[in-house]
């Protein structure tokens, strides 16, 4: 009986974390280094939701700032401008890309300047309760214009 229990238990612990670990995924994150003499970078990544409901990201936090917002890019009179969201919306059974051009995370006020090749954490708050941390690595400014790199 009390093997029982102790297995019943090892079963629903593991079988309640996976349920929220497949849910929401993040993937590919980086943040950019800090442009010498600012103290704001952006943010990106795949946001990847596996649940059969829509979820929102509602805010981001990480011990490096405390303004940090979402954002968007979009045309206006012909010039490309971006603006804060309130949250940005995640399908069920699909993924939003956060990339330079589209939704993206501002940082503001860095104490510090990031660094290429550390990571800062970030902890995501989604609109069904949940929050994810992830670490994210922090990315050179020289950027590759062409990459022949391949995945294997
Ligand atoms: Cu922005």
Redesign the pocket.
């Known amino acids: 009986m009390k093997n029982n229990f102790i297995l019943t238990f090892l079963l629903s612990v593991l079988f309640s974390s996976s349920v929220l670990a497949s849910e929401i995924s993040i993937s590919e994150q980086y943040v950019r280094e800090t442009i010498p003499g600012t103290t704001i970078s ?1 943010a990106y990544m795949l946001i990847k939701n596996t649940g059969d409901k829509d979820v929102a990201l509602k805010s981001i936090t990480s011990p490096v700032s405390a303004r940090i ?1 979402l ?3 979009l045309m206006a009179d012909g010039m490309m401008q ?3 969201v309130e949250s940005i919306i995640v399908k069920a059974n699909d993924k939003t890309v956060l990339q330079p051009h589209g939704y ?3 940082i503001f006020n860095l104490d510090e300047p990031l660094m290429a090749g550390s990571s800062i954490d970030m902890a995501l708050k989604f609109d069904n309760g949940k929050t994810v941390n992830i670490k994210v690595p922090v990315q050179g400014l020289k950027k590759k214009t062409h990459s022949h790199s391949h995945n294997h």
Do not use: A, I, L, N
């Open positions: 952006s917002e954002h968007e890019h971006m603006q804060q993206h995370v501002m």
